[in-house]
């Protein structure tokens, strides 16, 4: 049973120097033919989302769509989904974009939870990122957020070129000010084919030193602790109650439906993805070519392990059985060597990384891959 609803829309403002995702600054007419081509999958797959618990509108940048065409979209998405049985509805949003009026907007269609890109709250390090907010940008954002009471998600970023260990901790602290209900803090990762990459091959910015990252993702850790928020994931911390029920049904390999360009879906034991072009995408979806998903190869014995790892919680050693009929060292037997130089640990009948072995993962991963 599709469990939870993710819709893609791939435009933005502005394009920042690290991001490798699937987004384009667009045109409005492009925007228009984009959302129609979005109703038309939704309307196709209206039977498998009825029942869904999560929606999560991300991207790209959301919050970028004009609000009538936005209004267009929700009405649809309305008329397939009964918005008000959604436990959890999630909607991404750049800081600059937030104002009265997409608040309003976002809480008429029951909208429960805001996840907004803030990434640092250095003035000179948003513009290196190419952000074009600012730290009072965010500050006024993020009281807007909080008096129309929706739930709280913000994005950080650590080892940014030039951060210095006084700027993170200044981020900590507005954060303990901000004291939103759940934080993703991810290490910034150099991708191929993005502008930090090119600036780094090129010797004209410095790559960001290993071991200062795992400093600073050591300092992350015991501070947001002290605020207070449980880490239950490699990269991200809640309060109690506010871990992201969408995101879980991913780690614990649920079933999802995602529409739009790129979008992935994972039903009936199989995996799909849309293409990756937006014009792609829209042409298929006016021949009625639904079944345009590029099948993915699955493997459910491997998967639930990948997954499962990225918790903080692990793996359960029963659910892994259940599912694959096999015991997870009889699958892959390497596991023991990671258990035995105590990168791997099984509490409870889960098995889960250690401290150490958080930061040495890859170590497992390339061996079980
Ligand atoms: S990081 Fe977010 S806002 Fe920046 S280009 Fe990528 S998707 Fe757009």
Redesign the pocket.
Known sequence: MIKGLYIHIPF?D???T??D?A?MVADDDLKVDYMRALVRELEYFSDLTEKCETIYIG???PSSLELDLLEAFLIELASVVNLEKIVEFTFET?PGDVNEDLLNLLKKYHVSRISM?VQALNDKLLKFL??THTKEVVVSAVELIKKHNFALNLDFLYAIPGQTKAMLMKDLEYIKNFNPEHISYYSLIVEDKTILNYLINNHKVADFPDDKARDYADIVDSILKDYGYIKYEVSNYAKPGFASKHNLLYWNLEEYLGIGSNASSQYNYVRMKNPRSIKEYIEGTKKHAFNMHELEEYNPKLEILLMGLRKTAGVSLDFYKLRTKKDVFEVYPQLQKHLDNNLLEITDGYLRFTNEGMYLANQVYLDII
């Open positions: 933005c502005q394009i920042c690290y991001c995702f987004k991207g790209g940048t750049n890109g190419g952000r």
